[in-house]
């Protein structure tokens, strides 16, 4: 149904459908693990079932030709694969441009113009990785219509080194990893300092993860999103004159408490803090999981919401009335927010008889208290970017 939707619309714009191929690449949930990922530590993301589409067909020509169908407001947007560079017209298609960009830096030209439609079902603004989605659904894209030798790891890699030196954004690893590489019913145990992953299987038995979007818009770039990182890289320097670390995520907690002194500013030893005690308790919720204890793992995530909340001061009015409120709720076993923070999503572990319960407390509380509404998602865990 999908697929002959968006067919139809593309078409409609670019003139027939001769050549065009349909792709999907999902977005992502963080199951814990928060603000680890370019400090060395270990995250646990999982992809969703709900994603970015789009329609894509090579062009003899140098011209791009872009549509979203979620800001239809905007019309086609045009320019060309020949000196690509970010400019604030260009709006979403900025993403899409610097993956094509980046796959050049990496020594893969992308010779011609392509025409793309994109549609998300992704809840914009959401925190649950559409930039991400849509970086490596066009890497995928290129893949497939160019025939670059990549594997989806490195889709991964260049969807972040696009963000990075493209759009600006000093994101780690773990949005555009989690999407490359998901599995069915699987989370992404990674070890960013390694890149070593392995795949754990989520069981929740008579439960489900309840995605509670916040309905803040917030903008990345512009948020306190490098700031935290810098403060990271400078308790990490003063840590590094007195123990030989590479990053944050090297530290036990033990270790943390004896040489945190080192950390001349108070600010800085909570945030690094955070950093160590989030890697910790993202090693042991896997564990907590494959020993299936999901109460235990559910304990974790509240945990982890309260150092984001005290330590790293990222989570904001909507975040902490969407969690504190869903702890009230009987049957939740854990919430947290996920993403980057202020604004964005919460994730809830919550058992099955609990669900209409909980999104109905939770939503009046929230409206209360906050004045706008939130929107409640019950996700299942996909896999990676597909043709359809």
């Not at 990496?106 to 849509?134: H, R």
């Not at 800085?268 to 042991?284: G, W």
């Not at 919720?285 to 919401?305: C, P, Q, R, Y």
Request: hydrophobic share 40%; charged share 25%; with cysteine.
């Amino acid at each position: 149904m999908m697929k002959e939707q968006l067919l139809a619309k593309f078409g409609e714009l670019f003139g027939g459908t001769d050549g065009a191929k349909v792709y999907f690449a999902p977005g992502r949930v963080n199951l814990i693990g928060e603000h680890t990922d370019y400090n060395g530590g270990h995250v646990f993301p999982c992809a969703l079932t709900i994603g970015t589409y789009g329609v894509a067909r090579r062009r003899e020509d140098k011209k791009l030709r872009f549509y979203s169908m979620n800001f239809e407001q905007l019309g086609v947007i045009e320019s060309s694969v020949e000196g690509l560079k970010p400019e604030k017209e260009a709006d979403w298609t900025n993403y899409p441009k610097g993956v094509m960009w980046a796959f050049g830096e990496k020594g893969m030209e992308v010779t011609n113009g392509m025409d793309l439609l994109l549609f998300g079902n992704i809840p914009n603004g959401s925190g649950l990785s559409s930039s991400a989605s849509v970086e490596v659904l066009t890497g995928y894209i290129l893949r497939d219509q160019y025939g670059f030798e990549v594997s989806n790891q490195d889709l991964a890699l260049i969807g972040q080194f696009s963000e990075n030196k493209f759009n600006g954004v000093n994101c780690g690893i773990m949005d555009q990893f989690a999407i490359a590489m998901g599995k069915k019913d699987h989370a992404i145990f990674l070890d960013t300092a390694t890149m070593e992953f392995e795949y754990a299987p989520i069981q929740l038995e008579g439960a489900k993860l309840v995605i509670s979007c916040s309905n803040k818009k917030r903008g990345l770039g512009d948020s306190k999103y490098n700031e935290r990182r810098s403060e990271c890289e400078a308790a990490l320097a003063e840590l590094q004159q007195v123990i030989g670390i590479e990053s944050l995520g090297d530290l036990s907690e033990e270790q943390f408490e004896t040489y945190k002194s080192a950390i001349k500013d108070p600010v800085r030893v909570k945030r690094a803090r955070h950093a160590v005690y989030e890697n910790q308790r993202t090693i042991k919720a896997v564990a907590a999981l494959k020993a299936n204890d999901i109460t235990e793992f559910g304990k974790l995530m509240n945990a982890s919401h309260v150092s984001l909340r005290d330590d790293y001061e990222v989570t904001g009015i909507e975040l902490d009335t969407l969690v504190e409120e869903a702890w009230k709720v009987d049957g939740v076993i854990g919430s947290r927010m996920t993403g980057a923070g202020f604004g964005g999503c919460t994730v809830s572990i919550v058992k099955d008889e609990a669900i209409e319960a909980f999104q109905e407390q939770v939503g009046k509380a929230y409206l209360e208290k906050i004045g706008y509404a939130a929107d409640f998602y019950v996700v299942e865990i996909g896999d990676g970017p597909v043709v359809l």
